[in-house]
Each structure stands twice: as structure tokens, then as C-alpha cells.
């Protein structure tokens, strides 16, 4: 390296955005991710011991994928090479091998290959590493945005350990932005800033888990605010804001307002109404609310409110909090209102709802009572001594695959738990045990 080269890369440091100076050198630095960092952790331990094997890093943007690549490369005695995928082509990575195997001829050097965004490799380029990670020429580390079970190569995955990264928490992400403001070194220090804690709060909590982000805002706060009178650049609110290009609202998630806003919200799909159903969830999701805690409000109220009147809106529900996982933010917007407007605009009925806790009463306020004997496990030996299955009658030898016969304990056998609504679905049901129980089997 010239002198050149050198002012080059000290100048490139000097411009990179905050969130690249400020990347973790070591473990110790590293903030969330405790599930697969955390002290004695499986990767925590590879890590240190610098017995790291082919791995992939799998999790939504600004949760440390890429930093974690980095720790690897300045914690192990490997040779640390990376490549883009989005960039490379077959020739990089032909170069990336030739000097792989060059380094375990020469001194027994081990190559670790870092690929971003790996699922933007073909079938083909994938297939190309496959040999290379197999016989340990190269330690493969990928980092992907997508499910690696749809888009990378099952004999790479078959080869390599999947860690799955969850978004930052906010306090994450709180701790990352003061770090950021007061670091000399590789943060804003130098800069004499501070930052409201209102700021902080409404940062970590519209970056959804994404510590990019926040960083990208805390930067162009700190370089686009002029000073006060005291020389001190001070981000308030309103700068965090605009730096962000949202507003803040009122909602705080551990509050009141959280809770009245997901109360109208879950009455409002009770209540059919989904215009006002859709804009609670607007609200929801602008403030960054949580999209599993959304969808899991949605499939309570689909059961609990919809139930047998419709009980594909419980598929519908249920549907879309899986595939809110795999799609993520902003297209899972249109998943969960999908699923909203299904909910809303389903025929109403809580009669399931009403029947297992009209059950569960009866079962806490009465002695426990015996199984109908003809009810009873037949299937094993010596169960006829006992009397057991004998007289049960199979429903299925009957006209409308339906007989008459005691199905409850004695003693119970009047009890009715699940009356059927007169809307959607149970208008059938009616139908169907009308007919049934007029033309009794026995």
C-alpha cells in the first residue's frame, strides 16, 4: 500500500455512512441477537473458538447479518474474502477458489467466503460453490433477506447451519442511537450533538427493528441541523421527523393509547365495520406496532366473533399471520388487510365461543363423571371383560351416517353447549341436524 492508497482509505472511512463506521469489530459490541450470541451460545462459542463452519445468516434488513460476517472476519486466523451476489458473476467466484485452494497449499490457511444477498445467486452459481463447501476449500457464510428453505439450493442448506436473526428490540435499537450520538471515534461525537429522549423513542420505534435505519436518521439529523447558541446541535422530535420523513403519533405500546386503538380496532371488526377496521390497523402499522401481535388479534376475533358463521375466515386469519412472516413489511400491509376486511365483513356468530366456556363452567362446578361405558377404548385385550364399546353403534352403518344414541355422561346427557346462530355457515348446520334428527336412527 502507497501513501495514496492509504489517504484513499482513510478518506472512504471518513465518508462511509454512520451506520458502516459504527459496525461492531467484536462480539462484545454486538447489540441484540442474544438468542444466537448470547454467552455460551452455539455460534458465541464457533465464534471465539474461531471454529466457525458454513453457515447462513437469515433475517430482515439492519438486524446484523452483515455485521456478524464482519466479527467472524476480524475474530478468525482464516482468510476472509467476500462477495457481493447481486455484483459477482462465475469469474469472481472462480478467483475466490483458485485462491482458496492456493492458500491451503501454501501455509494450511482455511478461506472463509462471505456472500450478501446469496439468494440472488442462481441455480447455477449456487450449484457452482457446492463442491468447493463441500470438500472444506471454502467456509461459506451467506446472508439473505429470504426464507433460505425457498431460495437457496437444498444441498447448500443441507451443508450449512441456518441462524435466523429476529428485528432489533427497541431498547436495541435505543442503546445503538445514543451510542451513535456520543461515540468520538466512528460516531456523530465530534459533532458536540445530543438527542431528545422523546426523539430516541419515536427512532427506535418507526424503525421497526431495523438499527440501518435509525442510524440513516440520526446521521442526517446530526449534519443538517445547525447549532443552538451554545454550539450544541440538539435533535429534537421534529427533527427526528423530518430526518425519518414521518410523523410521530400518540401511541404508546405499553399504554392507554395502545390499548384503546386495539380495542376499536378488534370492535371494529366485530361490529362489521371495515372502513373503521382498516384505518385502527393503518394506525397500528404507521406507528410500528408489532404485525404478529396484529395478526394474532385478527385470528382471536375471527374464532371468537365470526366463528361458525363463517369459518373460513379463521383459514383466512391464519393464513395471513404465516405469511406475514415470510413477506414482511410493507407488503404485509396488504396480507393483514386482506384478512381484516375478511373478518369484518364475515356473518357474525359467537355461538363456539359460548360453547367451550359454557363447557369449561360446567366442567369446573361438577364432579367428573364417567365416559358412557359403550364409549369407551375397545382396542385393547381384555377390554370386553370390562364391558367396554359394547353397544356403541357406528355411525356410519346408518342412513345419513347419523344414529341416535348417548354421547355424554350420565347425568349430562340434556346439556346443550353449542347452539347454531341463524347467519352465514350455521344456517346449514340448522339445516343438517334438522334433518338428521328427524329421521332418527336407533
Do not use: W
Not at 441484540?32 to 462459542?45: C, D
Not at 439450493?153 to 451513535?180: D, G, H, M
Not at 430516541?200 to 442510524?215: P, Q
Not at 390499548?259 to 378488534?266: E, L, N, R, V
Amino acid at each position: 500500500m502507497d501513501i495514496f492508497d492509504y489517504a484513499r482509505n482513510v478518506n472512504s472511512k471518513k465518508e462511509s455512512p454512520l451506520a458502516s463506521r459504527l459496525r461492531p469489530k467484536t462480539l462484545e459490541q454486538v447489540v441484540g441477537q442474544e438468542h444466537i450470541i448470547g454467552k455460551g451460545k452455539l455460534l458465541y462459542r464457533a465464534i471465539k473458538a474461531d471454529k466457525i463452519s458454513s453457515v447462513i445468516f437469515y433475517g430482515p434488513p439492519g438486524t446484523g447479518k452483515t455485521t456478524l460476517a464482519k466479527v467472524i472476519a476480524n475474530t478468525t486466523s482464516a482468510e476472509f474474502m467476500q462477495l457481493n451476489a447481486t455484483v459477482a458473476g462465475k469469474k469472481d467466484m472462480e478467483d475466490v477458489v483458485s485462491k482458496a485452494k492456493m492458500n491451503m497449499a501454501m501455509n494450511g490457511k482455511k478461506t472463509i467466503l462471505f456472500v450478501d444477498e446469496i439468494h440472488r445467486f442462481n441455480k447455477g452459481q449456487q450449484d457452482y460453490l457446492l463442491p468447493f463447501v463441500e470438500d472444506g476449500t471454502v467456509i461459506l457464510i451467506g446472508a439473505t433477506t429470504e426464507n433460505p428453505y425457498f431460495e437457496v439450493n437444498s444441498a447448500l442448506i443441507s451443508r450449512s447451519i441456518i441462524f435466523e436473526l429476529q428485528p432489533l428490540s427497541v431498547e436495541n435499537i435505543k442503546e445503538l442511537i445514543k451510542r451513535a450520538v456520543t461515540d468520538k471515534e466512528n460516531g456523530m461525537g465530534i459533532y458536540n450533538a445530543s438527542i431528545d429522549e422523546e426523539a430516541v423513542e419515536f427512532l427506535a420505534e418507526i424503525s421497526n427493528g431495523d438499527a440501518r435505519t435509525a442510524l440513516n436518521a440520526v446521521e442526517l439529523g446530526v449534519l443538517t441541523t445547525d447549532p443552538e447558541q451554545n454550539g450544541k446541535i440538539n435533535i429534537t422530535l421534529e427533527v427526528a421527523e423530518q430526518c425519518i420523513q414521518k410523523r410521530a403519533l400518540k401511541y404508546d405500546k405499553g399504554g392507554d393509547n395502545h390499548y384503546d386503538t386495539i380495542s376499536a380496532f378488534i370492535k371494529s371488526m366485530r361490529g362489521s365495520d371495515p372502513d373503521a377496521a382498516v384505518y385502527y390497523l393503518a394506525r397500528m402499522l404507521y406507528a410500528g406496532e408489532s404485525v404478529d401481535f396484529i395478526a394474532r388479534r385478527i385470528m382471536i376475533c375471527a374464532a371468537e366473533d365470526v366463528g361458525m358463521a363463517n369459518p373460513q375466515a379463521l383459514v383466512v386469519a391464519t393464513s395471513a399471520a404465516q405469511a406475514v412472516h415470510q413477506v414482511g413489511m410493507p407488503e404485509a400491509q396488504i396480507i393483514l388487510s386482506e384478512a381484516v376486511i375478511c373478518v369484518a365483513t364475515s356473518p357474525k356468530s359467537n355461538s363456539a365461543c359460548n360453547a367451550i366456556f359454557s363447557a369449561m363452567d360446567k366442567v369446573k362446578n361438577t364432579v367428573t363423571v364417567k365416559v358412557p361405558v359403550h364409549l369407551m377404548d375397545a382396542h385393547y385385550k381384555g377390554s370386553a371383560k370390562l364391558g367396554h364399546g359394547i353397544g356403541y353403534k357406528y355411525a356410519h352403518d346408518y342412513p345419513n351416517h347419523y344414529v341416535d344414541q348417548q354421547y355424554l355422561p350420565d347425568g349430562l346427557e340434556n346439556e346443550k353447549f353449542y347452539n347454531p346462530g341463524d347467519l352465514g355457515y350455521e344456517k346449514e348446520i340448522k339445516s343438517y341436524f334438522d334433518m338428521i334428527k328427524n329421521n332418527k336412527n336407533s
